[in-house]
């Protein structure tokens, strides 16, 4: 065993040393540190603002939707792990990857039958559009190799995903020139509920037409725009996108990183609309939150149409393509939402955080409250203050992650009722404190 350092050394060190999620160097707010988790529960290495513990509200970014320390996900792991935890893909192939893949068609819309294993959900947004421009080159068209999405939108951190995120965000200012520029739609209308807009549905509709010849793909999120500001629209939007796409002659990508696995109430966002894409990214809650995994599903008119073109392959192939540890886990976490009324557990969730949340929309800066599935969204008329509102968060007892004008929640399935109430509260302390 290494020496053990004490909580404050390894603060000093991960300051000095260790680059955190758009953090600078040094980091300049101490991040909390986390000795272990087991359920819905971070415990901490010391207690800050007198908590040991604290309720997870952000199931670690969306991924971790069984909870922590699970014993099936455990054993899983652990049953793996003794067999192999990894062996190169190439040339090599084995049962928690082919299980995976053939759980994932199984489950996914029913056009998609083709699995690409990546190691995270960037790089499956980079596959996705890898596929769809060799696709239209393989077909002798070479000039479809732009993008089309609305504004608004988060595809991951990586080149190609980046080009895709919302416009308006610091980093295309940032990389002007240097990024592939591609095609923006206006952000859509919002409102789950709300009829689909003309006016918009037209203006979808005419870019996609009047850019046809240059455009490999369409690619946005299903029904939430996640971190690009966690807002919400009708699922009638991506049934016009379809049509659209199929009129023009245009791939069709779903990016369901965030909103897969039952989410927004319904295993795929896409599901809401009764439309199913020509690629569809994967990722995030794929593992239950234990490892990272992504993956790309693609239709066979999409693998054949590669396959047959001048380089008859698909060109991608990461050293950790198809883990054993991460599928076999990521096959378990599947069969554990399965096995159980999973819609039932969101649907409680939901309730109980448009109950909870309610309260919210009467505090003084505070625009709007939204929720769907198991999210719940504070939007504030101000930049919120992190440091204050993670501070009165912890002070709840619970962890939060807000960013911009946004203080929200995605809970694991598994929080309780209390839990949820708790996490409610925390929420509309940060919303006041930040
Ligand atoms: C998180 C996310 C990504 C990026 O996934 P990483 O695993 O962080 O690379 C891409 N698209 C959406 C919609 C996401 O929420």
């Not at 999620?21 to 971070?42: I, K, T």
């Not at 557990?345 to 309610?358: F, Q």
């Amino acid at each position: 065993m290494p020496e053990p350092l004490t909580p404050g050394e390894l603060l000093a060190l991960d300051r000095q040393h260790v680059w955190h999620p758009y953090g600078p160097m040094p980091g300049r707010a101490a991040p909390l540190l986390v000795e272990s988790a087991s359920g819905v529960r971070l415990r901490l290495a010391e207690p800050v603002e007198g908590q040991g513990e604290l309720v997870d509200g952000m199931s670690s970014w969306w991924s971790a939707v069984h909870g922590y320390n699970h014993p099936v996900l455990n054993d899983a792991a652990r049953g793996q792990l003794e067999r192999m935890s990894h062996v190169m893909f190439g040339g090599l192939t084995h049962e928690p990857a082919v299980r995976l893949a053939k759980r994932l068609v199984d489950i996914s819309p029913e056009p998609l039958q083709h699995v690409f294993l990546a190691d995270s959900g960037s790089v499956s947004v980079e596959v996705a559009v890898k596929m769809c421009l060799q696709y239209w080159r393989s077909l002798g068209k070479p000039r479809k190799q732009r993008l089309l999405t609305w504004r608004g939108g988060y595809h991951g951190d990586t080149w190609q995903p980046m080009s895709v995120c919302d416009p308006d965000g610091g980093m295309h200012e940032l990389w002007q020139g240097v990024l592939p520029r591609q095609i923006f739609a206006d952000t859509p209308p919002a409102g789950f509920d709300a009829a689909p807009d003309e006016a918009y549905t037209a203006h979808l509709r005419e870019l996609i037409g009047r850019h046809a010849e240059e455009l490999a793909a369409v690619i946005v999120e299903p029904v939430v725009q996640g971190a690009g500001g966690m807002s919400f629209h009708s699922p009638g939007y991506l049934r016009v996108l379809r049509e659209a796409c199929d009129e023009h002659g245009v791939l069709l990508v779903f990016d369901e990183i965030a909103t897969g696995f039952g989410r927004t109430g319904a295993l795929f966002a896409a599901e809401h609309a009764g439309v199913a894409p020509d690629v569809m990214c994967l990722g995030k809650a794929l593992t239950g939150g234990y490892l990272t995994l992504a993956a790309t599903l693609c239709t066979t008119a999409v693998a054949d149409g590669i396959s047959r073109g001048a380089l008859p392959v698909l060109a991608h192939g990461p050293t950790f393509m198809g883990n054993p540890l991460a599928a076999a886990v990521a096959d378990a976490s599947i069969s554990l939402l399965l096995s159980q009324d999973w819609g039932q557990e969101v649907k409680r969730i939901e309730a109980g955080l448009r109950n909870g949340l309610a309260p919210a929309a009467d505090i003084t800066g505070v625009r709007e409250v939204r929720v769907l599935g198991a999210i719940g969204v504070v939007q504030l008329d101000h930049e919120v203050d992190m440091a204050a509102a993670t501070r009165a968060a912890v002070r709840e007892g619970v962890w939060l992650r807000p960013f911009r004008d946004l203080i929200y929640t995605m809970p694991p399935y598994i929080t309780g009722d209390d839990d949820v109430a708790r996490i409610c509260a925390a929420v509309c302390a940060a919303a006041r404190e930040g």
